[in-house]
């Protein structure tokens, strides 16, 4: 495994991502022809709307009945995109919520959340669970967004991602980002490709961007890691 991508809506007809198995198809091809070859299915889980149960099944049925249709050589493994509420703490157990056989959870949060709200919900999730959480693209918290604010995340507990297109804006967000990924706290990467028309990023000219602007080390770096989640190391870190 090369380029492997953590965070992508590529599961048809589970969330608002992908809507058949044909445009999931189209959409790998695509990641593929960047040299993509491992992909995580991350779709949307909602604690207000389902069950984890109910979403679970759902999910793995959905990856049943596609999986065998996609390409054969690209890693495939499954997780959730999980919006953290105070509800989703009622669920006994959502440990078939991280990445398959592990312990690590992409996290969604109200991208109104406060660096104290965010922190106390990182720690209940690895206090009540044993769940890390892999925090979805950082960039869409204004508040949290800091060298400030992204330190108490990591120390409270949690991984953070970035999605791969997130230098592609104005220059002051850029330059913002910029030092948030230069210091070191950022480990991973994804595209979180939903569909053909909505997100879905020019893989090569981000990761040229990232690369640009941030060095091959870090664009590296954050490989490692997603390779290290894939073949389900227990401490990543
Ligand atoms: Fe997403």
């Known amino acids: 495994m090369k380029y492997c991508d953590i965070h992508t809506h590529l599961l048809p007809c589970m969330d608002d991502g992908s809507k058949s198995v044909q445009e999931s198809i189209a959409l790998i091809n695509r990641l593929k022809v960047y040299g993509v070859d491992a992909i995580a299915f991350t779709p949307h889980y909602y604690s207000n709307q389902e ?21 054969k050589d ?11 509420t105070d509800l989703l703490f009622s669920a ?14 992409l996290t969604e949060l109200s991208y109104d959340i406060s660096v104290k709200r965010a922190c106390d ?13 892999v925090i979805a693209h950082v960039e869409r918290y204004p508040e949290v ?7 108490a995340l990591v120390n409270a507990g949690a991984l953070i991602q970035t999605n791969i297109d997130s230098l592609c804006c104005g220059y002051f967000q850029r330059k913002k980002m910029i030092k948030i990924l230069d210091s070191g706290l950022i480990s991973f990467l994804g595209t979180d490709t939903h569909s053909l028309k909505k997100r879905c990023p020019d893989f090569a000219e981000c990761s040229r961007k990232i690369i640009n602007y941030c060095g ?22």
């Open 51 to 71: 069950s984890v149960e109910s979403f679970i099944a759902r999910r793995d049925k959905a990856a049943t009945d596609s999986i065998h249709q996609f390409p």
């Open 74 to 84: 690209v890693v495939y493994t499954l997780g959730a995109e999980v919006f953290v």
């Open 92 to 105: 006994d157990d959502i440990s078939q919520l991280c990445y398959s056989n592990t312990n690590y959870m």
């Open 121 to 133: 919900l990182v720690e209940r999730l690895r206090c009540n669970y044993g769940v890390v959480p």
């Open 145 to 151: 967004l800091s060298l400030k604010g992204v330190s």
């Open 216 to 237: 091959k080390d870090f664009y590296g770096n954050c490989m490692q890691m997603a390779q290290r989640l894939f073949v389900n190391e227990v401490d990543i870190l």
